[in-house]
């Protein structure tokens, strides 16, 4: 079956960096779009980055345009997160998820696989 397991979180200063991982088996990520979403306490889910392995596109959000990287490495299986520059904003769960085709709007609703999580914690 479907399972994605995230790695790499932890706890950061401001203007650290950190690369999240996210072990994908079950599957293979021909034909997925796989992305990485963060919720911060009291707040919704909301879309990182993603990128598919369909189109070869990427896409981020805004608030982390030029500071994170997503990229996947298919042999392994395994798509990764690189977080640069981090903003104490940035502190949330951490979580991967995948769905077939494209990124799309990067909405939550849309994606049907999800890993449990990973914790990144920004240090004061």
């Known amino acids: 079956q479907v399972q994605l397991v995230e790695s790499g979180g932890g706890l950061v200063q401001p203007g650290g960096s950190l690369r999240l991982s996210c072990a994908a088996s079950?599957?293979?990520?021909?034909?997925?779009?796989i992305a990485w979403f963060r919720q911060a306490p009291g707040k919704e889910r909301e879309g990182v980055s993603c990128i598919s392995n369909k189109d070869g596109t990427s896409t981020y959000a805004d608030s982390v345009k030029g500071r994170f990287t997503i990229s996947t490495n298919n042999a392994k299986n395994t798509i990764y997160l690189q977080m640069n520059s981090l903003k104490s904003e940035d502190a949330a769960v951490y979580y991967c998820?995948?769905?077939?085709?494209?990124?799309?709007?990067?909405?939550?609703?849309?994606?049907?696989?999800w890993g449990p999580g990973t914790q990144v914690t920004a240090s004061s």
């Open positions: 998820a995948v769905r077939r085709g494209g990124c799309g709007l990067m909405s939550p609703a849309w994606f049907a696989y």
């Open positions: 079950g599957f293979t990520l021909d034909n997925y779009a």
